[in-house]
C-alpha cells in the first residue's frame, strides 16, 4: 500500500530532524506509529487501563501507609513543632 500525506512546514521539519537523529526511514517510522495507535485503540480505554504505567510509580514502598496515615501526620506536625 502507497500512502501520500501533507504535513504542516514545522511538523515535517520535526520529523526529518527525528529520523536523522533516530537514524531509521521514514517508511520505517510510519510502520511503527500505525502499529501502536492500532494497538492502543484495540485495548479497552477502561481508567485501569489508561493509568496503568502511573500506578506505583511514585509509591513510598509503605505497604500500610493508608492504614497508618494520622499516625503520619502526627509525627510530621510534631516534628515541624519541634525544629520550629
Known amino acids: 500500500m502507497s500512502v ?3 504535513l504542516e512546514k514545522a511538523l515535517e ?3 526529518r530532524q ?3 537523529r533516530d ?3 521514514l517508511s520505517e517510522f510510519v510502520r511503527q506509529a500505525i502499529c501502536e495507535k492500532l494497538q492502543r485503540e484495540a485495548q479497552p480505554a477502561d481508567p485501569y487501563t489508561l ?3 502511573l500506578f506505583g510509580r511514585y509509591a513510598s514502598g509503605e505497604s500500610d501507609r493508608s ?3 494520622k499516625q503520619i501526620i502526627g509525627e510530621r506536625l510534631h ?3 519541634r525544629a520550629g
Do not use: K
Request: a positive charge; zero cysteines.
Open 4 to 6: 501520500s500525506l501533507r
Open 67 to 69: 492504614q497508618r496515615r
Open 51 to 53: 493509568g496503568y504505567t
Open 13 to 15: 521539519a520535526e520529523l
Open 18 to 20: 527525528r529520523l536523522e
Open 23 to 25: 537514524g531509521i526511514p
Open 79 to 81: 516534628a515541624r513543632h
